[in-house]
């Protein structure tokens, strides 16, 4: 049973199971809990990627943390002990994914991470504690860089467990990606800055949030900015009051999308992590305002700076230093676009050996 939630796990779901669907000893049931409901952040995702419809969607989206997450977990019991699969699959570090773990764990069903050993080293995020948490309770860990296992042997943690693989966000970059003429409309004229905005962390407290769209207005007086914009910072930014003039806003935006405005962007201004290793691929120059990142490798690489989101001065300037810094050829530090084979490999080989 592979269980998701939200955008990134529902790209990189669609890699595995293309390649689970060659090993024929195994047959898998999608399970879509609805973190993500809002249809430009889910059902598209679906039918660009070419995903078959989830077998269950458990329809659980918006709520706090304790609500939404308990509700995840009584409704996947319901469906763990009506289907009784053999694993439990699951992705990165949201709440569906720490969920999925915990009612898998207690059902005494084997957890199998995808994306494991990341840490930011911030407690204060909720994604940390659902990636620690996840992490405790699988059985098998398939990480996507040196710096994930290290993270892992420091926790004490079976290295027969561990398998790194690489990271499945690169095989999609490399096999999904387009970024033809029909992708040409929706960029503005270059250059630009292409910025998302959707955690927690930063849309929920006003002053930071304002801090962040000031540094971002900042820099709309001299490039477009355009910024695909979040549910929740929709709502977020409507709540607090906080004006988006000057700014390129759009809704939400499916994969082939994203990837080409990300692709053709002088700079990418982002919160999340999965971006973060997007720009990467595509060349990109990366500023992340959080203080903190559990993408490490790309900070110490130079091809990603840290910004306080408290700060529309700091923005701006890693902005404008990520424009003058010349860039080095970029290493394969997230594998060579196989991992999902690696792990449907993995995968059948322990699903077979098991009593």
Known sequence: MTVVGARPQFIKAALVSR??????????????????????????????????????????????????????LEALEVTLLAEKPDAVLVYG?????????????????????????????NMAMPEEINRIVTDRVSSLLFTPTAEADHNLAREGVDARRVHRVGDVMYDAARLLATSGDDSRSIRPRAPYVLATIHRAETTDEFTRLASTVAG???????????????PRTRAAVDGFEISLQGIDVRGPLGYRDMAALESAAAVIVTDSGGVQKEAFFHGVPCVTVRNETEWVELVHGGWNRLASPDSADAIESAVDAAMSAPYPARPLLYGDGTASVRIADILASNLSAAP
């Open 216 to 230: 971002l207005r900042r820099l709309a007086r001299r490039f477009s900015v355009v910024l695909p914009l979040h």
């Open 93 to 121: 570090d949201t709440n569906s994914t720490m969920a999925a773990a915990l009612a898998a764990a207690k059902l005494h069903v084997p957890v199998i991470h995808v994306e494991a050993g990341l840490r930011s080293f």
């Open 19 to 72: 390649a689970l669907q060659q090993r024929t000893t195994i047959r898998e049931v999608l399970v879509h809990t609805g973190q993500h409901y809002d249809p430009n952040m889910s059902d598209i995702f679906f039918q660009e990627l070419g995903m078959s419809p989830p077998d269950h969607h458990l329809g659980i989206g918006g709520g706090g943390h304790g609500r939404q997450t308990g509700r995840m």
